[in-house]
């Protein structure tokens, strides 16, 4: 793969070279041919995600943000200054796809999840609003259990006041039993990128 220089540009002090979307995959045997760590957005349809990336790379519209849920339903990579790749994978718990069609989803996030060599660690977003769903707890509990670190972030921290972002922190860090508080975001605010532009950089370079 080669650097495209001419798009660089800083991202909350984050030096990007260059983010490219490389492929989409429904299946462990599609994943890229370059083996390079690689960190996976999670969460439930419409927490986030896609708005998320946008924000993290510094971009408008490089992945899809959809006024209509359940819209990824594959495995998207994007290589970050050649070194690392972001994936993000289809909202899980989507309900108005078929029911077929939910089960595939959910299947190839559990075989990607337990499978992918390269899988480094999970960024698993809630809704700051609703503190995690019983799907959210579920979905958690086998990341865990298939020896994935796991980082809980908030999102949509412009849609709460002070207090209930403080109250809300609260019951997702006791249900979730985290260490500390999670980091919150807001990409239509611009908050909280720096933190976990470096939470997921600190989880890339363990990986080396
Ligand atoms: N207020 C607010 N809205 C957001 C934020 N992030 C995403 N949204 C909105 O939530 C909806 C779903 O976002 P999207 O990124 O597509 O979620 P995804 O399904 O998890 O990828 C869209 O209408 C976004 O504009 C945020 O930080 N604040
Ligand atoms: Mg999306």
């Known amino acids: 793969m080669k650097n495209e220089n001419n798009n660089a540009r800083e991202v909350a002090g984050v030096k990007l070279f260059s983010v490219k979307f490389v492929k989409s995959a429904t299946k462990l045997s599609e994943l890229p041919e370059e083996r390079l760590p690689q960190v996976a957005l ?93 799907i959210d707890e579920e979905t958690i509990k086998g990341i865990r259990a298939a020896g994935r670190p796991v980082l809980i972030v908030a999102s949509k921290r412009d849609k709460v006041n002070q207090f209930e972002c403080a109250k809300n922190c609260k019951i997702i860090q006791e249900k979730f039993g985290l260490e500390s508080l999670p980091i919150t975001v807001s990409s239509l605010k611009k908050t909280g990128i720096a933190e976990l532009w470096s939470e997921i950089l600190s989880v890339v370079a363990e990986a080396r």
């Open 42 to 134: 999670l969460g439930r349809s419409n927490v986030g995600k896609s708005s998320l990336l946008n924000t993290l790379f510094g971009v408008k519209n490089m992945v899809k943000v959809s006024s209509t849920p359940g819209k990824t339903q594959e495995l998207n990579f994007f290589a970050v200054n050649d070194a690392f790749y972001i994936v993000d994978l289809p909202g899980v718990g989507y309900t108005r796809v078929s029911y077929k069609k939910q089960e595939q989803m959910a299947e190839s996030i559990r075989k990607y999840i337990e499978g992918s060599e390269d899988l480094k660690g999970v960024i698993y977003l809630v809704d700051i609003r609703h503190c995690g769903t019983p």
